[in-house]
Structures are given as C-alpha cells and as structure tokens.
C-alpha cells in the first residue's frame, strides 16, 4: 500500500471529524456576525445612527439607568428636567439646558424656567422664546428660582436677585422672603415617554449592531470567541480545499487505474 494512500486513509476522517466539529461550534457566531454585518453595510439607508434604543432590557444591559427627573408644575401642564440637561414640557422635548433645572414659575402670560446656567423664557404653549446666560450678566449658579412679592427673583449660593425683564437687570435684595416654586408630581405616563427618550438617547442601534459584530458586547471575552470563530472559519476553509483535493486526487487515480475494455 503506497505511503500517499496512508495518508489519505488516515487523514481523510481526522479532517472530516474537525471539519465538521468546526462547522457546528461557528454556526451560531457566523449567523450573528452575517446578520449584523448587513444591517451595518446598509446603516446609511437604515438611518442607525440617528435611530436610539428604548428597550429597557438593552438599556440595562448596557448600564444606562433611569434618569434622574425634577418636575414643576405650571397651570395645566409641566417642565421636566432630567440628569443631561434635557428640559420636557409635558411629555414633549422642550430644549437643552446648562446645568440642573432648579425653578419654574409663570410670568405675564408665559412662563420662566431656571437651570444653574441659564434663564428659559416660554410663552404660554411652552415654547422657547429666548435663553439668558452669564454673558447677560445672568448670576450664576442659580440654585432657586421664586416670587419676591409681585417680582420674580432668583438666588444664587451667596445673594438673592431680583429680575427686572424690562432693564434685563439682576437687582440685589435683603431682607426680603422670597416664596421658592417646589418641584411637583409627574404623571406616569409623561414619566414614562420622557424615560423612552432620556434613556435611549445615549445608544444608537449602529453602536449595538457594531458590538454584535465585534462580539464587544459580551465583554473581553466575546471578542476572544468571535477571533477564534475566525480562525475555525479559516480551518473550515483550508480543510474543505484538502478534502476535496484528497477526493480529485484519488478519483484520478482510479480512473487511470479502471480497466478499459475495446467495443
């Protein structure tokens, strides 16, 4: 028996066995990697990036928790500000705001919210008229925001300030007790919208289809076992090419060795 044949006997079915054992521990990684690899080539016409995730089960996996929420109640309606600066009227997204929302109260016939960093003025459907910031000679940081009597006024960790609209001036005050709006009750469901948004806003579905992908998902770990999933898809490569060699190799050599017979 020739030496190549050998080889033939006893490799053909150590390779099958690997190439087969192979196939199995890659399916599930190479299905995942395939189906996330096409989301990401079409991530332009999906719009992934601009797309955020608001399942709560994603979100915890991720460790994005539940924003912290401050709510006023003005008349009918609410302004809501949460941990990243984002202010809601009712459920609706009202405008970015520097700093944690400290005070809300009505004004004429709008309303004015007060962040650390700034001053919002809203006109009575909640929309933003105009932003007033320290560079208007706005006192910062604003920790309260009240009713001096008939004015509205505003106090800082050292003064308290009153707020002439008209001069756009911040007139210092003693000896007066200012009446602080209090952070009020948010209803459930406005709650729940503005967690849906607060929360997703942070995690695109790109950024997640591109963990999948990577395997960074699952930690250190899942990137090791997506780089030896690689590698077995290589050995699945290189071992279907030698099987099927091996198998044109020993064909030839029967076909040369079958007999012919003359018609």
């Known amino acids: 028996m020739k030496p190549s044949f050998l080889r033939y006997k006893v490799l053909r079915p150590w390779l099958w066995r690997w190439h087969r054992r192979a196939g199995l521990a890659t399916a ?3 299905l ?28 915890l996996f991720y460790g994005i928790p539940e924003p912290q929420l401050k709510t006023f109640t003005l008349g009918d309606s609410t302004i809501t500000g949460d941990d990243r600066g984002q202010l809601y009227w009712g ?23 007060a962040c650390e960093q ?38 800082t960790p050292k003064r308290l300030f009153e707020l002439d609209f008209n001069a756009l001036s911040f007139k210092p005050l003693v000896g007066v007790r200012p009446v602080w709006s209090e952070p009020g009750l948010l209803p459930d469901m406005s709650r729940q919208a503005i ?21 960074r998902i699952f930690g250190a770990a899942g990137v090791w076992v997506v780089d030896v999933a690689a590698v077995l898809l290589l050995f699945l490569a290189l071992s279907g090419f030698v099987l099927w060699y ?4 020993v064909k030839r050599v029967r076909n040369k060795a079958a ?3 003359d018609k």
């Open 195 to 215: 967690y849906e948004h607060s929360r997703g806003q942070g995690l695109s579905w790109e950024r997640v289809m591109l963990d999948f992908h990577s395997g």
């Open 118 to 155: 700034e001053l919002l003025f809203l006109d009575e459907r909640g929309r933003l008229l105009e932003k007033i910031s320290a560079t208007y000679g706005l006192p910062t940081p604003l920790k309260q925001l009240g009713k001096c009597g008939e004015q509205l006024c505003v106090r």
């Open 32 to 59: 995942l990697v395939t189906v996330t690899g096409i989301f990401l080539n079409h991530t332009s016409e999906l719009s992934l990036s601009q797309k955020y995730v608001d399942q709560n089960w994603l979100l």
């Open 91 to 113: 459920a609706d997204t009202l405008a970015s705001c520097r700093g944690e929302l400290v005070g809300a109260a009505q004004h004429d016939t709008g309303f004015v919210a």
């Open 246 to 249: 091996q198998h044109m190799r």
């Open 259 to 261: 007999p012919t017979h």
């Open 28 to 30: 599930a990684i190479l």
